[in-house]
């Protein structure tokens, strides 16, 4: 009778080998697995661009944040219908973030919050912009969607 929790000890060494590791705690490195299984690997090219992948998906989400796509003066149930999408692209885009940010790679993290802080300054401050910053427009709305919430 198995107390021990161990189940069967019988494992030889090509079915150690198979097991990998999930880090628990934030580590530095580019040996990691972010989003897919295998992905980036051991490469470092492959883990730059899983850096600028995770910066691109922070950037977008601030940018859909911030955007304006549909026109004044479009129909309601149209205008409806694509904020309903534009809200599933960026909650989506915001859940991608989050599962490569718990793949506690610390170089994704620093990626994760660079791309939502560039996104913010290009397009939610007003550093840029030639015309005062307009705290609301006539629907109550700074963008397309309402701002995320917790």
């Given amino acids: 009778m198995d107390h021990g929790g161990m189940g069967d000890m019988s494992m030889n060494d090509s079915?150690?080998?198979k097991r990998h590791y999930t880090h628990m705690t934030f580590f530095w490195g580019k040996n990691s697995e972010i989003l897919f299984s295998?992905?980036?690997g051991t490469r470092g090219g492959m883990y730059a661009l899983a850096l600028l992948v995770v910066f691109a998906?922070?950037?977008l989400v601030e940018w859909l944040n911030h955007c304006r796509l549909i026109r004044p003066g479009t129909g309601h149930v149209p205008a409806g219908l694509a904020r309903t999408a534009l809200h599933a692209a960026r909650v989506g885009l915001a859940y991608l973030v989050m599962l490569a940010v718990m793949s506690f790679n610390g170089g994704v993290?620093?990626?994760?919050v660079v791309g939502h802080a560039v996104g913010f300054l290009l397009f939610g401050s007003s550093v840029f912009w030639k015309t005062p910053l307009q705290p609301i427009d006539?629907?109550?709305l700074k963008?397309?969607?309402?701002p995320m919430a917790c």
């Fill in 15 to 17: 079915t150690m080998a």
């Fill in 38 to 40: 295998g992905w980036p």
């Fill in 57 to 59: 998906l922070s950037f």
């Fill in 109 to 112: 993290l620093i990626a994760a």
């Fill in 138 to 140: 006539n629907d109550g």
């Fill in 143 to 146: 963008g397309d969607l309402p």
